[in-house]
């Protein structure tokens, strides 16, 4: 089995940074693509950034030019580098992983993000 350990959440005031990180783990496996989505209390659960195996990468509209996602060599972990942040990033960070050849998604516990005004 694969699990997803996330880490780097928590408070940052608006216009602050934080970096999230996702570390891939179990048994032997390859990853397709992996990325962050994103929940927000009675909202449903949107996609923040991904990045795929051959380091193409695609971005919500509403986090161009403030958000960076990348990933290690192995592309086993990965990591979203939040910059300036606003109130209406605060949410529930979720880890994506899609695996194998069969495509197989796998999903963090998550990790909250709060950013305060």
């Known amino acids: 089995q694969v699990q997803l350990v996330e880490s780097g959440g928590g408070l940052v005031e608006a216009g602050g940074s934080l970096r999230l990180s996702c570390a891939a783990s179990?048994?032997?496996?390859?990853?397709?693509?992996m990325g962050w989505y994103r929940q927000a209390p009675g909202k449903q659960r949107d996609l923040v950034a991904i990045i795929t195996r051959g380091g193409t990468t695609n971005y919500a509209d509403s986090v161009k030019g403030r958000f960076t996602i990348s990933s290690d060599n192995a592309k086993k972990t990965v990591y979203l580098q939040m910059n300036s942040l606003k109130p209406e990033d605060t949410a529930v960070y979720l880890c994506?992983?899609?695996?194998?050849?069969?495509?197989?998604?796998?999903w963090g516990q998550g990790t909250q993000v709060t950013v305060s005004s």
């Open positions: 994506y992983g899609n695996v194998g050849f069969r495509q197989y998604d796998y």
């Open positions: 179990g048994s032997a496996f390859s990853i397709n693509a």
